[in-house]
């Protein structure tokens, strides 16, 4: 028996094109991380360079780091995660589901027997209960699909190849025999996860969308009366083939529209909170700044979730790892080394002892750590303590204060930023925010201060 679909008007299909789209936006753009960074599932791989490179400026990383990351596929079982012995480096390690959601599992790497960290993902179909997590954890992931990134952090530039070392010794044994290559039906060209997406077309994107939909179905936002509507209009089931065939050629040409429409405001939404975390030394949320909307509550919930899923991958959970970021100084201008600076820290406003923190040299478009000595400097360097308990670090092109190098940054001839990075040792509590510093220009040498050692 034939069903005959109420015919609408070309508004309102673009309009639930729109929508469909902004929900399943980070389905797409996440699985297209996923092909971008890595060939094969549960396995661990470097950063590809060329990707770093082209999304730099929304890396959160800590500086003097090393990162891998692994696609988790969890469809036919639960997957174990095992890390080396990192002599007491520290590792950050950040869960990204299929819908671009993030959580800190760095505590579930403790170490167990001869200091090897595991932790078990469990997906959403298994039972806990039957699972041997031995020196180890579980972790419950909401999707048969996720990410997982690791970052392991050294002292100083000279600890890079160690660092490095034990990154390449990260592993994924899976519970059971599946493994091999990304599925082919998803495969993308080789262009940046977003563009991917964006060229896609309507009929490809819902295609692809129905299939990552039904491996990682999530059925509270589906309910919403909008989206359901949305999807019945549209003809959207999990699991099912789309195709504009099926619409008018004029319903057909609305929902393309929609779709292009859709991924337009990701984008612009997307740049603009990029930018608010690359001047973020003195703001705290980009969500507080964004200006009313007419539209309603959960469309634009959507909005924001898409524009957050396109930099989920390059972030860490902020309870594990806090980044604070600024090209100019405290009367706006920007910074160079042709200047001399100070950053003065007052007793009361320093990190927990539990907190390891790092104020480095950065590139001002690139966000990379500047190569180099004195270009870092970090809570377990010693330094020229003030009487009162504060302490100041001056950044200059040569080191003529009375400090000597305890407390001193080398910058470039040119321009630059800096990047103050807080994160929480193992066991510790979420990282709390604080004022940051302001950073002062000066022109003459400061009084002598008491020389004594920072003892974290």
């Known amino acids: 028996m034939l069903v005959r679909t109420p015919i609408q008007s ?46 730099s400026t929304l890396i ?32 950050v390690a950040t869960l990204v589901d299929a819908w671009g959601q993030s959580s800190a599992v760095t ?11 595991r932790c078990v993902f469990v997906g959403p179909d298994k039972s806990a209960g039957s699972i041997d997590a031995a020196n180890g954890d579980l972790c419950r992931v909401g999707t048969r699909q996720a990410w997982l990134r690791i ?37 993308f060209v080789l262009k940046t996860p977003h563009r991917r997406v964006a060229n896609l077309g309507a009929e490809p994107f819902f295609c692809i969308a129905m299939h990552l939909l039904e491996l990682n179905p999530q059925t509270e936002s589906e309910s919403e009366p909008d989206l359901a509507t949305a999807m019945q209009m549209l003809r ?26 859709a991924c337009a405001r990701v984008g612009a939404t997307h740049d603009a909170t990029a930018r608010g975390l690359a001047e973020n030394w003195s703001c705290r949320s980009t969500d507080a700044q964004a200006p009313a909307s007419a539209e309603p509550i959960s469309h634009q919930g959507y909005l924001r979730r898409a ?27 920007a910074l160079t080394g042709a200047q001399r600076y100070r950053l003065h820290f007052k007793p009361e406003a320093l990190p927990r002892l539990d907190v390891f923190w790092t104020l480095a040299l950065i590139g001002k478009h690139a966000c990379s750590v500047l190569k180099g000595a004195n270009r870092s400097i970090g809570n377990r360097h010693p330094f020229v303590v003030n009487n009162d308990g504060s302490f100041d ?17 080398r910058p470039p001839g040119g321009q ?30 400061l009084a002598v201060h008491v020389r004594r050692e920072l003892v974290h």
Not at 72 to 81: E, F, M, Y
Not at 236 to 256: H, N, V
Not at 315 to 333: A, N, W, Y
Request: glycine share 6%.
């Open 60 to 91: 959160q990383r800590p500086a003097c780091s090393a990162t891998v990351g692994a696609g988790l596929d969890l469809t036919a079982g639960p997957v174990s995660v095992v890390t080396p012995d990192l002599r007491e480096k520290p590792m």
């Open 307 to 333: 524009a957050n899923a396109r930099m989920a991958p390059y972030q860490c959970h902020p309870g594990d790892l806090t980044l604070l970021r600024t090209s100019v100084d405290s009367e706006g201008r």
């Open 151 to 187: 970052d392991i952090v050294g002292r100083t530039d000279a600890d890079y190849d160690a660092i490095r070392y034990f990154a390449g010794k990260c592993r994924v044994f899976p519970e059971h025999r599946r493994r091999g290559a990304l599925p082919r039906q998803a495969q």
């Open 236 to 261: 959207l089931k999990s699991g099912r083939r789309f195709s504009l065939l099926d619409f008018t050629p004029a319903t057909a040409e609305a929902i393309k529209r929609g779709v292009r429409e």
């Open 107 to 117: 505590r579930f790497f403790q170490p167990g027997d001869a200091s090897i960290r």
């Open 393 to 409: 670090i001056i950044i200059e092109s040569s080191s003529s204060t009375s400090w000597g190098v305890a407390n001193w940054l």
């Open 416 to 445: 630059f930023a800096l990047q103050f990075d807080m994160m929480r040792s193992r066991g510790g509590d979420d990282i709390e925010l604080f004022p940051p510093p302001s950073i002062e220009r000066f022109a003459r040498p």
């Open 10 to 55: 070309s508004d309102t299909m673009e309009n639930a094109a729109h929508i469909c789209c902004l929900y399943l936006y980070p389905l797409m753009v996440m699985d297209a991380f996923r092909h971008s960074w890595s060939r094969a599932v549960n396995k661990f791989e470097p950063a590809p360079q060329r990707e770093w490179g082209l999304a």
